[in-house]
């Protein structure tokens, strides 16, 4: 067994039963096999032992009453995974299917997506099994203050600063930010993705999904490609989803598909994206209802019936493990020449391989859906400043630094020789800086 192995066989052992922190740290260490062999040192230091390994984890009870008086609780998360080059930073997660894999996984991709972004933000991934469907504004307020009643004590400006993801947005931060202030008295940057009337950043809420699209736009650039007249569909239809789409039609790209988590809309017009913003950004309703509102769009119950959809682009922005071996296969069956990850892993470990034994291009999430953790760092950075950038140079910074990650991983993957991964070249370039700062700060 070689150095690699017998970490992913100790990480099974000791962490049974959490199928997705196996899966993504087995991504991520198979791709760093060519780094590991020409620096023998890692195995002597125990390198990849602590790299997968979190700093610290801190699990709770969050009580709190819903609007007919009944008690709940929940279970909350925070792990803090690696702090080498700056505070822990990565999202908190409200979903039913959260638990302490789940977490694990965000976390272990954050650190190397972090890097990559060139920003000085360490890994971190937060959450709770707490569904927000169909609750109040006021049970999703009592729950957020209880939430962050026990956070408070483990997060700070400079030592871990959480932002948004799914089922947390500008509603839920506002909440969360609201009751660490009151419990602390202190006005500072310790959540990014705040409203811009209390210190947000213009473009945060753009940038994941504006950032996909300038990265897989980059792709296709330097194949002599572009947007225009593209077939894409996008997966999901919320923060990342709504983005991605929105950048990719200014592009000259026809998106014709996008779902919730109860099933998709096709719309081979091309799918009119104000009146999604309305159902799911301010109706908070179903995507069913796109059909019911626009002449000839069609609603199919069920996700996945979506990659039968003959497209030129597919940008997942959903969650985890939307496209298996079998969606794939039909999606480069039906010619599919780009694949873009705008959620975390929606892709399976044998998904992955059908596109890259296809040759089509593919762009692994640690670096396509980077652009918000990106943004949030500027908005760290215009915090602690006293700054307000104006949209056009945040997004112009997001673009620059989506075609650096691009550059770096691709690099990475040509001096390592493994030209055509870009799995591997993004794991490659986001793991030397960790690595390099782990080593000078000594076995902690
Ligand atoms: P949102 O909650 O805004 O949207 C998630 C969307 O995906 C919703 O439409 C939801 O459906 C759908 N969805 C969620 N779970 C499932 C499921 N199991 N099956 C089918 N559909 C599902 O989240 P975000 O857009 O913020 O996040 C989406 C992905 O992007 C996540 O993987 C997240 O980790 C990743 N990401 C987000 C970033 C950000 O800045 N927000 C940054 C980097 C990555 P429904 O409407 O029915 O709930």
Redesign the pocket.
Known sequence: MNYIERVLEKLRTENPNEPEYHQAATEILNGLKPVCERHPEYEKAALLERFVEPERTVEFRVPWVDDRGAVHVNKGYRVQFNSAIGPYKG?L?F?P?VNRSVIKF?GLEQIL?NSLTGLPIGGGKGGSNFDP?GKSDNEIMRFCQSFMTELYRHIGQDTDVP???????GREIGFLFGQYKRLTGEHVGVLT?RGLSYGGSLA?KE???YGLVYMTEEAMRVRGDGFKGKTVLV????????YACEKAQSLGAKVVA?????GYIYDKAGIKLDIVKQI?EVERG??SVYAERVKGAEYHEG?RGIWNIPCDVALP????N?IEAESAKTLVKNGVKYVGE?????TTLEGISVFQNAGAVFLP?KAA?????A??ALEMAQSSGRLFWSFEEVDAKLKSIMINIFNNMSSAAKEYGVEKDLVAGANIAGFKKVAEAMTAQGIV
């Open positions: 999202g997660r979903h299917s965000l997506k469907k932002a948004g993801d799914i089922g947390v947005g993705g945060r940038a994941t999904g997966s999901g239809a919320g923060n990342v989803a709504i996008m779902y919730d988590s109860n799911k179903r995507i996700c922005c959903a969650t985890q939307e705008g959620a975390n892993m929606p999430a859906n980077a652009g918000g953790v943004t949030s």
